[in-house]
């Protein structure tokens, strides 16, 4: 599973704050101070479809182009 949520919020908290020598520690002690935990997971449910859509996508391509190739290996020249 990956964390993106918490990764983005931590790269926004980043940009809104004008330092731009804030490390990825600092942004994290920022988001906990101001909005708790909960700051953490703002996005993770949008994130979650996006990434079920994504993987539903990849894996039906993947088995058709699978399943088109499996065709054209028994078709292909010199099997007869």
């Keep these: 599973m990956q964390i993106t949520?918490?990764?983005d919020e931590v790269k926004k908290t980043v940009k809104m704050n004008n330092k731009?020598?804030?490390s990825f520690f600092e942004?994290?002690?920022v988001i906990?101070?101001?909005e708790g935990m909960k700051g953490?997971?703002?996005g993770f449910t949008?994130?979650?479809y996006k990434n079920f859509i994504a993987a539903g996508i990849y894996f039906s391509c993947l088995h058709y182009f699978e399943e088109?190739?499996?065709k054209f290996d028994n078709?292909?020249?010199g099997k007869q």
């Design 5 to 7: 949520p918490v990764g």
């Design 20 to 22: 731009n020598n804030l």
């Design 27 to 29: 942004a994290t002690k």
């Design 32 to 34: 906990y101070q101001l």
């Design 40 to 42: 953490y997971m703002r």
């Design 46 to 48: 949008p994130t979650m």
């Design 68 to 70: 088109t190739m499996k």
């Design 75 to 77: 078709v292909s020249v």
